[in-house]
T-cell receptor, first 114, second 115 residues
Framework: KAGVTQTPRYLIKTRGQQVTLSCSPI?????VSWYQQTPGQGLQFLFE???????NKGNFPGRFSGRQFSNSRSEMNVSTLELGDSALYLC?????????????FGPGTRLLVL | GENVEQHPSTLSVQEGDSAVIKCTYS??????FPWYKQELGKGPQLIID?????GEKKDQRIAVTLNKTAKHFSLHITETQPEDSAVYFC??????????????FGRGTQLTVWP
């Protein structure tokens, strides 16, 4: 079974631009979560989607948004990029059906903001 | 929310020795504790997990113990090998209502195994 895939793997943007990252979960998984990983803050939760609905949100500004499509694929968008947004953005998927479930991570998208 | 602390931040061991990484959590309602291994340039990979109704779980050279009373859990790696070198993260989460549980991560432990 294929794992979680994320595209693109690397991105370079300049301040003020916006960016869209994509995540395809493991087949059959309906929950997708996004995390930001930086050396300074570690792994921080952005948001979680299930059945096209945002079910949980972390403490990030409104410039960070996401959505989920009917096939469970998810995108996250960051508008008006800041230097501090440079990070590894990780997507994790789980079945999302009941209880506490294992989350499987993708390889991440490395974003560099200049 | 939940606060997970992880120690040590770096750990160097000789090949064949054991390595232990410890984590504490603050929310007594947390009921699931996964451990992830992250190699350079890759996303975190689940290596073992434990649920709150179990005190210990073992998978070959890797074991995890959980003490709910003290709110701490530990990762034990025996007979370490150079390929065990990576950053290890502990995490905790709770299911409340319809929320599946965001993962709260520790800050990570850089494990280096010297041949």
């Amino acid at each position: 079974k294929a794992g979680v895939t994320q595209t693109p793997r690397y991105l370079i943007k300049t301040r003020g631009q916006q960016v869209t990252l994509s995540c395809s979960p493991i087949s059959g998984h309906r929950s997708v979560s996004w995390y930001q990983q930086t050396p300074g803050q570690g792994l921080q939760f952005l948001f979680e989607y299930f059945s096209e609905t945002q079910r949980n949100k972390g403490n990030f500004p409104g410039r960070f948004s996401g959505r989920q499509f009917s096939n469970s694929r998810s995108e996250m968008n960051v508008s008006t990029l800041e230097l501090g947004d440079s990070a590894l953005y990780l997507c994790a998927s789980s079945r999302g059906t009941s209880g506490v479930e294992t989350q499987y991570f993708g390889p991440g998208t490395r974003l560099l903001v200049l | 929310g939940e606060n997970v602390e992880q120690h040590p931040s770096t750990l160097s061991v000789q090949e064949g020795d054991s390595a232990v990484i410890k984590c504490t959590y603050s929310d007594s309602a947390s009921n699931y504790f996964p451990w992830y291994k992250q190699e350079l340039g890759k996303g975190p990979q689940l290596i073992i997990d434990i649920r709150s109704n179990v005190g210990e779980k073992k998978d070959q050279r890797i074991a995890v113990t959980l003490n709910k009373t003290a709110k701490h859990f530990s990762l034990h790696i025996t007979e370490t090998q150079p390929e065990d070198s990576a950053v290890y993260f502990c995490a905790a989460t709770t299911r409340r209502g319809s929320t599946l549980g965001r993962l709260y991560f520790g800050r990570g432990t850089q494990l280096t195994v010297w041949p």
